[in-house]
């Protein structure tokens, strides 16, 4: 065993003893983290939810441990009620989740944030609409009024914003210096109707043992129609089966682990490092393609065709809002000025100063110059960056 073997085999003693003695003075902390779990305790876990929820839809509920877009691919349903409560859902699931509103089901949305196209084709846009450290959930049916639950604990200030005008609201944000603000919603889609509410910390297990709090869930619940419910939980439930999963579910060990790895990694390192022949320097392969691409630019240049760079610049700019913005982009409109200032947040006069320059390049007859060029090149790399 040489010198520096030692070296290091004491310090990683040293650090292993010193971390042992702050695991063992350590104080029991809360956990706050918004885990939304079905076996978390946590106050942020959703454990009392788990062992209610049968009650609360009259033991017509089943739990599915499969993404939505995986399980109906397997299992054609009857029109059904579906429950969603802050899971990672991939788009594709969404999209079947949809088609089966679509076909006569209802959807119980209680999530934070959802994909923006799919937002965007039920009705609504979601957004921060408030910063305060407490409000209270409040729906607006006059027989819930006295049905209320104040969020004294890290709200999420989501809602609903851009509403539509076939989207009825249920439920609101309220505050003291504020307006009330929409958190729950109900839309038409297709045979069935979509229910969206912003604000999951209603079920966790802080806010239901509170005394009260219960009956705003089940004010909430009772939109569904009585008939079975289907609750996605895949990406809460699944067990891992990875070998080392009891080290890692244990703070101290898995501390005490990705030490020792690290530690590891260093010894061998520097120990190579030592070891290790001179590699010899390989001058890269040169990258031909900027030299080609300034070709082209000063045959352009040379050429004096502005007009032609300035068309090409705007169908690459079009075919960009296409793919990445989904706008549909035919008609240079008020409506496509409207959609693309939402997506872009860029200002409004930018947008239209960009158009105006964009059916410039269309016209084949308009006069372009070098500053046109310039101009158009400018404010549509600062649209899409």
Not at 319 to 331: F, S
Not at 376 to 385: F, G, H
Request: glycine share 4%.
């Amino acid at each position: 065993m040489n010198k520096t073997f030692k070296i290091y085999a004491v310090i990683f003693i040293v650090v292993m003893v010193i971390l042992a003695l702050l695991e063992v003075n350590k104080k029991e902390t809360t956990d706050w983290r918004k885990n939304f779990d079905v076996n978390k305790k946590t106050p942020f876990g959703l454990f009392v939810f788990n062992n209610e929820v049968k009650d609360l839809f009259k033991n017509n509920l089943k739990k599915i441990e499969q993404t939505p877009y995986d399980y109906y691919n397997q299992h054609p349903k009857k029109p059904h009620n579906i429950l969603v409560i802050e899971s990672d859902i991939d788009e594709e699931s969404w999209r079947k989740i949809l088609d089966e509103v679509s076909k006569g089901s209802d959807a119980m949305l209680i999530v934070n944030d959802i994909p923006r196209e799919i937002s965007d084709s039920i009705g609504y846009y979601d957004s921060d609409i408030s910063f305060k450290e407490e409000n209270v959930l409040k729906l607006t049916d006059k027989q819930y009024q006295n049905d209320f639950i104040k969020l004294d604990k890290f709200p999420s200030g989501r809602g609903f914003t851009f509403i539509k005008p076939q989207v009825e609201v249920l439920g609101k944000t309220i505050e003291k210096d504020n307006g009330d603000q929409a958190n729950f919603i109900k839309v038409k889609f297709g045979k069935g109707n979509i229910y969206v509410h912003s604000e999951p910390l209603f079920l966790t297990n802080y806010y239901l043992l509170k005394p009260g709090n219960i009956k705003y869930t089940q004010d909430v619940f009772s939109y569904l129609q009585d008939k079975e419910t289907l609750w996605f939980v895949e990406s809460n439930t699944k067990t891992s089966r990875f070998f080392m999963r009891f080290i890692l579910s244990n703070p101290a060990l898995k501390y005490a682990w990705w030490l020792f790895l690290g530690g590891l990694v260093l010894f061998i390192f520097f120990n190579a490092k030592r070891k290790q022949r001179i590699v010899p320097i390989i001058e890269p392969l040169k990258n031909t393609s900027v030299d080609f691409v300034k070709s082209i630019g000063n045959l352009y240049l040379q050429e004096g065709d502005f007009h032609d760079m300035m068309a090409k610049k705007a169908q690459y700019f079009l075919h960009k809002i296409r793919l990445d913005l989904l706008i549909d982009t035919q008609n240079l409109d008020e409506d496509f000025i409207k959609k693309l200032q939402l997506k872009t947040g860029k200002p409004i006069e930018m947008i239209q100063e960009a158009v105006s320059l964009i059916k410039k390049a269309q016209d084949p007859y308009s006069h372009v110059m070098k500053e046109d060029l310039a101009a158009l090149n400018t404010i549509l790399d600062e649209i899409i960056k």
